[in-house]
């Protein structure tokens, strides 16, 4: 009888752990790193401006008490404490938020700054989505993570929805060759690694850089004169990064048919749910382009 009750009292045992164990939030990053959390995160800072509104668009929006600079959509997170910018982070200021949970960017964060951090015990989740596709699952893990799944769900469904809608409207579009500028002195655009990339993927534009190995690289104005784009585009960055003075050389194929445009950096650079945004308004550029390279 004692043996049987023991018995028992083991399989409960074993049941309970068992539970306790399912009732933990397991989540990998995109670092590949395994995040465990014994219950949805309630005090979260955001270490970089998209991370912030990926956490406002996967419902918890309540749930950060932190950001850094430049993290000035939505609105109300404009209202929150600053710890400093996606390089340099207010450490001591930080650690007064009492924080459970770090969401942080992973190449835009200093690592030097990030480890002592993790050394003290704060959950550390790597936020870079590198394609459109990568947004809605990030947003299911954040949801999973601030425990408003229900909500990150829902928004991920939606761009998930809209996304492969501007898939099939230009599938069939002609591509156009296009030189991206991230900014103008030094002459940086990005490569084919980058999220902004896979944005002119979906509208059919090409990327004249897009085989060169660093994600932000820098490159010489006889570089693009080589590439001979159809179409610039760069990023309007407070008044940085301008194309006019590409003005200088008509031989380049976009200056002679006068096909260089500026969009919003910030629904372009971010990788969250503006994106979609900023894709369309990058899709209806090289549409009009198309209109213009056909006569």
């Not at 002195?185 to 999220?195: F, M, S, V």
């Not at 944005?199 to 004249?208: D, E, K, T």
Request: positive net charge; aromatic residues 6%.
């Amino acid at each position: 009888m004692l043996m049987k009750a023991l018995f028992t009292l083991l399989v409960l045992c074993g049941l309970a752990v068992s539970a306790a164990a399912q009732a933990t939030i397991q989540v990998r990053d995109d670092a590949g790193q395994l995040l465990v959390l014994a219950a949805p995160a309630k005090r979260v800072v955001s270490l970089a401006p998209h991370v912030t509104e990926l956490l406002f668009a996967a419902g918890g929006g309540k749930q950060v008490v932190g950001v850094v600079s430049h993290s000035d959509y939505p609105p109300e997170a404009q209202k929150l404490p600053q710890v400093g910018d996606n390089r340099q982070v207010d450490v001591e200021r930080l650690l007064a938020l009492k924080p459970d949970l770090l969401v942080v960017w992973r190449h835009g964060n200093a690592q030097r700054q990030l480890e002592p951090l993790r050394r003290l015990g704060i959950p550390l989740f790597y936020s870079e989505p590198t394609t459109l596709a990568a947004i809605p699952d990030t947003l299911i893990r954040l949801g999973s993570l601030l425990g408003t799944s229900a909500q990150a769900q829902l928004a991920a469904g939606q761009f998930s929805q809209q996304l492969d809608s501007l898939r099939r409207q230009y599938q069939q579009a002609r591509p156009v060759r296009v030189f991206y500028q991230v900014w103008d002195k030094p002459l940086y655009t990005l490569n084919g690694q980058h999220i902004v990339s896979d944005a002119l993927r979906v509208c059919g534009g090409v990327n004249v850089f897009a085989n060169l190995p660093v994600t932000a690289p820098t490159v010489t104005q006889e570089a693009v004169i080589a590439a001979n784009p159809e179409v610039m585009i760069a990023g309007d960055m407070g008044g940085r990064g301008g194309l006019d003075g590409w003005q200088r050389f008509p031989q380049l194929s976009a200056v002679r048919h006068q096909l260089l445009f500026t969009l919003d950096a910030d629904t372009l650079h971010r990788p969250g749910p503006r994106m979609l945004e900023g894709t369309r308004q990058l899709c209806a550029r090289l549409a009009q382009a198309r209109e213009v390279l056909k006569k």
